[in-house]
């Protein structure tokens, strides 16, 4: 089990830029795939990026590539969302998420989540 402690949002205008924090507790963070999810009001919580243990593989909705891009750090513990060009329809609740079982390319087993950040992006 790891614990997952998300930062980084806020409000922002269209065409602005966000980085999301995710700081994991634990000594095997490196063995985690980890991801973002989000999940506007109501509207059920979707699959945004996610990103392999060493950082080399990543997969992205469609609705965010070219956009968004996901990293880590395992040194630090540390997973990142790197969110440009932010337009007003990717106002929701980011929450991030660890997985040893990486299914697909969506992140359909996650086995941690994190608390959540709000991302407001006004037009």
């Known amino acids: 089990q790891v614990q997952l402690v998300e930062s980084g949002g806020g409000l922002v205008q269209a065409g602005g830029s966000l980085r999301l924090s995710c700081a994991a507790s634990?000594?095997?963070?490196?063995?985690?795939?980890m991801g973002w999810f989000r999940q506007a009001p109501g509207k059920e919580r979707e699959f945004v990026a996610a990103i392999s243990w060493g950082g080399y593989n990543t997969y992205y909705a469609d609705s965010v590539k070219g956009r968004f891009t996901i990293s880590r750090d395992n040194a630090k513990n540390t997973a990142y969302l790197q969110m440009n060009s932010l337009k007003p329809d990717d106002t929701a609740v980011y929450y991030c998420?660890?997985?040893?079982?990486?299914?697909?390319?969506?992140?359909?087993?996650?086995?941690?989540w994190g608390q959540g950040t709000q991302v407001t992006v006004s037009s």
């Open positions: 634990g000594r095997t963070f490196s063995t985690y795939w």
């Open positions: 998420a660890a997985t040893m079982n990486m299914v697909g390319v969506t992140m359909t087993r996650v086995s941690d």
